[in-house]
Each structure stands twice: as structure tokens, then as C-alpha cells.
């Protein structure tokens, strides 16, 4: 099916799915060992819409993700290293320690930390496209929110999908992205989908009907995904096995990171709490690389985060990128 780009750009998806899903799995079971500093709120059943509507970002695009999009953190450049940091609640996490939940982003790689009113997120994904649009920069912002944040009137193109069918919500986001683009006007993507765990790890769920869990488990986003690559004869049983020993060895090494990166220290409790004075840096202007607008330093190295780059990564190759653009 399709050339050999189409295909390592399906094993890309596929590898950001599984990461994304163990991610949360390695996260759920530190928290059941007492070691995350605070809940944990997950999404498994979500890495279909978090990481297809991601993947059709471009260059300078922004997202503006919600608490339970780590897929569209990782897909858009986050390292796993910061996202176990913060979870971990260490000095070096993104946000120092001072928070150990998802609410992180990085504006170095077009993504905006998530606002705990979830829907106030979407005033500041339209102020963003409002300044990038005054700019006169074909910058598009893409916003997730709950069923609960927006209402129908707003007299904008829709279109509802299977959210956990990877390809159908990619080509749903394709297509708005595209009349986006064209100059017509936002445009709205609901998928429909299911998280089949608990609010966060600390509710059990048993108010769930177990004939609706078990329906949902039917159409894991994964396992369906896995299916229809195998069938197309894109996923081997060698690249599975390469992929998942990838998957594994990227978590450990946050895992490890995280455990060996220090606490934050008390001395730094006032530090962050005002911006800095004079203008925020935006990305491809003057001022955009001040090291001040990066997020995380290793404090044991003095340089960012590294990361893996999507192209790096589903060529499971292990050479790191330092944190920068897109």
C-alpha cells in the first residue's frame, strides 16, 4: 500500500500510539507506588484523536492541548525525559517542580501549556491565531476540549469521526486544515470516542456500565490500528518487535531520568512567579533562542532537554536532537 514514505509514516503514527499508551501505563503504575507527586489523569482510548489530528500539523504550527493529550505532546516534539520530570515533580520538569500534572507546553516547539478551566483554552488558541493572522502568518493553531467546553451555534463548518480510527481522524483533520489554510474560516472536528479508565487513577470507575467498557475495549484505537497494518502487510512481525523494544527502552530511559534529576530546591520558590520584563519571544523573530524562553534545563548539564525527533524515532534510531523548532 502506498510508496515507502506513506508506509514509515504509518509505523511513525503507530509508534507515537504505543509510546503515547505506555507513557500513561509506566505513569499509572509509579503512582500506585507512591512515587508521583500528586493524580494522575490518563486517556487511554484517546491516542487515535491526540495522535492523528497532531500529525497533520505543519512547521510554526501551534497546539493547545488539554490534560489528556500526551500524544499531542510527544507527537509535537516533547521530550519524554520532561514529561516523566514532570510528572515526578522535579526540579528540571518543566515547570520546576511546581506541578505534577500535564499542564506543561513548550512554546520552542509550538506548544502551549493547558489551562485547568478546560475551556478557557480555546480564547487563547484564538488569540494566538489572531496575532499569527496580524503577522500576516499562514500559522495554524489546533485546540482539543471536552464535549462539555464549546455548544453548536458558533456558524462554523463540522464534521464528526470515529475518534479511534487513527486514519479517519486524520483525514478529517486533513481536510480542516486545509480549508483553514485556503483563508475560509476556523473549522470544528468532533471524535467520537471513550476513556475507558477512570477520571484519574484514584477513581476506579465501577459507575461505568460494564457492557459499555467492554464495547469500547472492542475498538481499542491500538489494537485496531495494528490490525489494519498487518493486514496491509505494512507491519512485520520484526518491525513490531523493533518498535515495541523502542517503546520500552524511550520509557525506561524517562523513567530513569526522571528518578535520578534532582528535587526542586526551596530556595527557588519565588523564582517564575512574574514574566520577565520586555516582550515575549516569539518563534522566528528576534529573541526567540534567549535561552530564558526554553523550557527545562538539565541542571545537571546546564543544556535543555533532548528529544527524538519523529523521523528519528520511528527509525528507531537512539541519536538525540537537542529541544529546539519543529
Given amino acids: 500500500m502506498g510508496s515507502g514514505r506513506e508506509r514509515e509514516d504509518l509505523l511513525r503514527i503507530y509508534y507515537f500510539m504505543r509510546l503515547t499508551r505506555a507513557m500513561e501505563d509506566r ?6 507506588q507512591g512515587r508521583v507527586v500528586g493524580g494522575v489523569y490518563t486517556a ?23 490534560h489528556r493529550d500526551l500524544g499531542m505532546h510527544l507527537v509535537g516534539g516533547t521530550s519524554p525525559r520532561a514529561v516523566m520530570c514532570q510528572w515526578l515533580a522535579r526540579g528540571n520538569s518543566p515547570t520546576l517542580g511546581r506541578d505534577g500534572q500535564l499542564h506543561i507546553g513548550d512554546i520552542h516547539h509550538g ?32 485546540a482539543s476540549c471536552g464535549d462539555g467546553a464549546a455548544a453548536h451555534a458558533y456558524g462554523m463548518p463540522g464534521e464528526t469521526v470515529d475518534g ?13 486544515v486545509e480549508h483553514v489554510r485556503s483563508g475560509k474560516g476556523p473549522a ?31 475498538k481499542d484505537p491500538i489494537k485496531r490500528f495494528e490490525q489494519y497494518l498487518t493486514e496491509e502487510g505494512i507491519l512485520t512481525g520484526a518491525r513490531r518487535t523493533e518498535i515495541e523494544e523502542k517503546v520500552k527502552a524511550t520509557v525506561d530511559d524517562a523513567v530513569r531520568f526522571a ?20 516582550p515575549i519571544a516569539i518563534i ?23 528529544t527524538i525527533s519523529g523521523a528519528q524515532a520511528i527509525a528507531l534510531n537512539t541519536v538525540p536532537e537537542e529541544v529546539g523548532r519543529r
Avoid at 189 to 217: I, M
Fill in 27 to 32: 505513569t499509572r503504575t509509579l503512582f500506585l
Fill in 44 to 66: 487511554q482510548g484517546h491516542e487515535a484523536t491526540t495522535v492523528g489530528a497532531a500529525m497533520m500539523l505543519g512547521e510554526g504550527d501551534f497546539i493547545v492541548p488539554q
Fill in 111 to 142: 506548544i502551549v501549556p493547558s489551562i485547568s478551566m478546560l475551556g478557557e483554552s480555546l480564547p487563547v488558541a484564538c488569540g494566538i491565531g489572531l496575532t499569527m493572522k496580524m503577522r500576516k502568518r499562514s500559522t495554524l493553531v489546533l
Fill in 164 to 176: 479511534n480510527d487513527v486514519i479517519g481522524v486524520m483525514k478529517a483533520v486533513r481536510q480542516a
Fill in 188 to 218: 470544528l472536528v468532533e471524535c467520537k470516542t471513550f476513556r475507558v479508565r477512570g477520571h484519574s487513577e484514584a477513581d476506579k470507575a465501577e459507575y461505568v456500565p460494564k457492557e459499555l467498557l467492554e464495547e469500547w475495549l472492542k
Fill in 259 to 278: 528518578e535520578q534529576s534532582p528535587a526542586p530546591h526551596p530556595e527557588t520558590v519565588t523564582d517564575y512567579v512574574f514574566a520577565p520584563d520586555g
Fill in 284 to 306: 522566528g523573530e528576534p529573541g526567540a533562542e534567549d535561552p530564558r524562553y526554553v523550557n527545562a534545563l538539565d541542571t545537571r548539564t546546564g543544556k535543555p532537554f533532548t
